[in-house]
């Protein structure tokens, strides 16, 4: 389980840097969620992960699994779909103002 967990983070998180390096301000954007989808993966599973076992510490439970990476993802999870949609109305505008969404400046680059 744990295996199979770590492989998930890492194909994320490898996906996610591939995309952040694109040229291309989609792909960013694409790449900056599976980041963040990365490490919500990666707080819940610090939590332990154990089946079946109750979230909280209640009288008689000999397995429990801790809330706080619960409610540390699910805070991070309202707070990624946010900061997705300013990030997409900001490119947005980028790219309806120049007409290309290119990640560099190409006038920045013609000066050199």
């Known amino acids: 389980m744990e295996l199979l967990v770590a492989s998930g ?13 694109r040229l291309r301000t989609f792909p960013v954007i694409l790449g900056i969620s599976l980041l963040t989808y990365a490490v919500n993966v990666f707080l819940f599973a610090s939590g332990r992960l154990a089946i079946g076992a109750a979230p909280v510490l209640i009288d008689g439970a000999e397995r429990y699994t801790d809330p706080l990476p619960q409610a540390l993802v699910l805070t991070a999870i309202v707070i990624s779909f946010g900061m997705t949609a300013v990030v997409v109305m900001i490119a947005l505008g980028a790219f309806l103002g120049s007409d290309d969404d290119h990640v560099d400046d190409p006038a920045a680059e013609d000066a050199t």
């Open 9 to 21: 983070i890492g194909i994320l998180t490898a996906g996610g840097i591939y995309l952040v390096l």
